[in-house]
């Protein structure tokens, strides 16, 4: 079965006792139909997400944390609110180096997210 990105999504919540959670999903881009697909697993036709900051990464992979903390920063800094969620896409590996596109969603209002 042939496949396209892998897509790594992210979020923090914060339980009743106030203990940080982070929830992890890896999902793929896939390039032929599935039509059975067991539990856990779902499909999901289109996935759309708007009001994003954006960033591409090209570095050592270990680097990555790097390119999250700097849309922290950016939207720190220009009074964007954060919800929280991030979407990773790995578009391809360059010999050392890894090719991928980050996505934070915002806000429309709220709080801004106090840490990740």
Do not use: H, W
Request: proline letters at 3%.
């Amino acid at each position: 079965m042939p496949i396209g990105p892998m897509i790594n999504y992210s979020n923090l919540e914060v339980d009743e006792n106030g203990q940080a959670k982070i929830n992890i999903k890896i999902m793929v881009q896939l390039k032929n139909p599935i039509y059975n697909v067991e539990a856990p697993y779902e499909i999901k036709k289109e996935l759309r997400i708007s009001n994003c900051l954006f960033a591409r990464f090209n570095e050592k992979e270990e680097n990555i944390q790097f390119a999250y903390q700097k849309l922290g920063v950016y939207a720190f800094e220009n009074d964007i609110k954060l919800k929280g969620d991030s979407y990773t896409v790995f578009v391809k590996k360059e010999e050392e180096n890894i090719v991928a596109d980050i996505f934070m969603e915002c806000l429309k209002g709220g709080d801004l997210l106090e840490s990740i």
